[in-house]
């Protein structure tokens, strides 16, 4: 697949650039940064498996993510660090924490919110911790996503066999409604197709954020 050569192209040249002490990877347990984690442990890269990863964790985090993080770090073999809060505030305890991090290597894709004009290497904008943030992921689409994830048996949370697709915490995420199984007359529950099954999903992957 091109677009991984790509994106292992990209974690060389950050290796390359930084110590694998100088960054970390910005993890939330979603999809897209599950695949980043993949990457970078499976990469024959000189030092890519020293490269730190963070969980920055919501304030209502589904108990699912939560189990989810535990079970990358048994899978991987890895630590992964918790902090709390938004985004912004996560970077700037990480950075007080262990000033020596000059990079951060994300999941983000184009088509995610204000990631348009995103460049593979970008430092973060005023106001903001300084940090340079790496973006192996950006060409990729959603589907480029479970592609890789269903072809190499990468495991993912739960969540997304339930008809959700993107995934913010328990206050802003609902299943996908274009994925939802009408009930009969029957009574039924509703249930949700899995996440791998929604079409033209760069367009409707989040529906089900509030």
Known sequence: MEKRKDSLRIIAQALSSYRA???????????????????????????????????????????EIEEFVDRCRQHYGITIATVDGGIKAALEQICRADPQLKACIMGSRRSDPYCERLASFQETDPGWPRLMRINPLLEWTCEDIWSYIR???????????????????????IPNPHLKVEADSSGEEVT?????????ADKYERAGRL
């Open 21 to 63: 002490e100088e960054m970390f990877i910005s993890f939330n347990g979603g999809k897209d940064c599950t695949v980043l984690l993949d990457l970078i442990h499976q990469a024959n890269l000189k030092d890519a498996k020293q490269i730190k990863c963070i969980y920055v964790r919501p304030l209502n985090p589904f108990s």
């Open 192 to 200: 949700y197709l899995p996440a791998y099954t929604l079409h033209d």
């Open 151 to 173: 072809e190499h048996n990468v495991p993912y949370c739960a969540l997304y066999d339930r008809g959700y697709t993107s995934i913010g915490d328990r206050t802003n995420t």
